[in-house]
Structures are given as C-alpha cells and as structure tokens.
C-alpha cells in the first residue's frame, strides 16, 4: 500500500513540475529592470536587475513604434523589435511588441518560429496574407487574408509567415508571449547556419540533387529583424 502511495505521489510531483518548467517563472516582485552591469545587478531570468529604487520610467519606456522602415531587402519586410533589449522594464514580465514593416506587390515576413513565445498581430495598413503550419504528422497550413483591424493568432513554436498581397505597403504591430521571444527563419537556418549543415544531409532531407542544396548554401540570407 505504501508503494502505491509513493508512486501515486511521485507520479504527481513529476506532473506538477512538467509545469512549473514548462514558462518562464512568474515575477515575485513589481519589477525587475535589466541592466548590463553585473557588479550590482542580480541574475533574474537570464538578466541581471537593478534595485528597483533606482528604477526610472525610461526603463519602461521605448519610442518609434509609429514610424515606418525601409523595406528595400531582399525579402521586403523589416521588423522593428521592442523587447527586454529596449525596454528593460520587461524582464520578467513575459511580453514584448514589434513592428513590421512590408513592402509593397510581395513584402514578405519570411517562414519562421518564436521558440519561446505565441504570437497576435494586429494589421495597422496595407492587406496580409498570414498563416502557420501545424506538427507533424498533419503539417495543416491554415492561413488567412487580413485588412487593417483584423487580429490573428501564432501559435507558440510553429512555423509562421505574412506575405503583402496588397498594390500598397503594409504594416502591423505584434504581441508576443516573452520578453526576448527569439526569431530562428527557416532558411537562413538550415541554408545560412555557421558552420554550414553538410549539403548531403540536406539533399537527403530535402530529396534534392546535392548542386541544389549547394547553391542555396551559397547565397547570402537576409535577416529583416
């Protein structure tokens, strides 16, 4: 009886801390504003704080979000980032905001993932073509075309992209569920990492003569972030 009680137990304590580490752990303070100096700060999820007393509202402030980038990239978008690297104030808090910038006839947010954050965008101008892939085994693309005012959902880790199908430039303010959500596009990833991944490998994941895989190593991968 008592094996059964321990095992009832561990089996509970081993689901209860399968969510305890799932997320960032929750602030036990107001605030803890990040700072770069070590030699009075102390190491708070992955930052270190200062004393709160000296805290300022610039720690909590970012400004520019209302002003339009230049999209002539490659890939036509720029993102806009205000996260614990601009505003101090956010660690802890498991938030952060961008703005994205889309060039007009095909401005492209390429496909990616936030590995440690889901994601809302908001269309401010422009029309976007939006969507996300499942995971495996289904691999379901659901999409949807946005205009100004419509809000749609990234869930967290998966693979997503917005495309400007619109004549007009476009552009739209993102919520995400971090305070440095992370960003890893699929491309530059698997064709632009140091040191490259081997080109057998990839033909082989991607059923592709080895000279494709070859020059898609060979080009240079614009990061819009």
């Not at 059964?4 to 107001?30: I, M």
């Not at 709160?52 to 990239?73: C, E, H, M, V, Y």
């Not at 691999?139 to 495309?163: A, S």
Request: net charge positive; with cysteine.
């Amino acid at each position: 009886m008592k094996r059964v009680h321990f095992l009832a137990t561990f089996v509970f304590l081993a689901f209860a801390a399968s969510f305890a580490f799932a997320f960032d752990p929750s602030p036990l303070q107001d605030f803890c504003v990040a700072i770069n100096d070590t030699k009075d700060g102390v190491f708070v999820n992955g930052r270190f704080c200062k004393d709160p007393k000296l805290a300022t509202a610039n720690d909590f402030f970012f400004s520019g979000l209302n002003i339009a980038r230049d999209t002539s990239n490659p890939v036509g978008s720029v993102v806009t980032q205000a996260n614990v690297a601009q505003i101090p104030g956010l660690n802890t808090l498991g938030i952060s905001v961008v703005r994205i910038d889309y060039a007009p006839y095909g401005g492209l947010n390429p496909p990616h993932t936030h590995p440690r954050a889901t994601e809302v965008i908001t269309v401010l101008e422009g029309t976007l073509y939006v969507g996300f892939v499942t995971s495996n085994p289904d691999n379901r693309l659901i999409t949807k075309v946005l205009k100004p005012g419509d809000v749609f959902v990234f869930p967290f880790g998966l693979i997503h992209f917005q495309f400007n199908v619109g004549k007009t430039k476009a552009s739209a303010i993102s919520a995400l569920s971090s305070q440095n959500p992370g960003v890893i596009t699929i491309a530059n990833a698997v064709f632009g990492s140091t040191p490259p991944i081997r080109s057998d490998v990839l033909a082989k994941a991607f059923q592709v003569d080895k000279k494709i895989v070859d020059y898609l190593q060979k080009q240079l991968w614009y990061d819009n972030n």
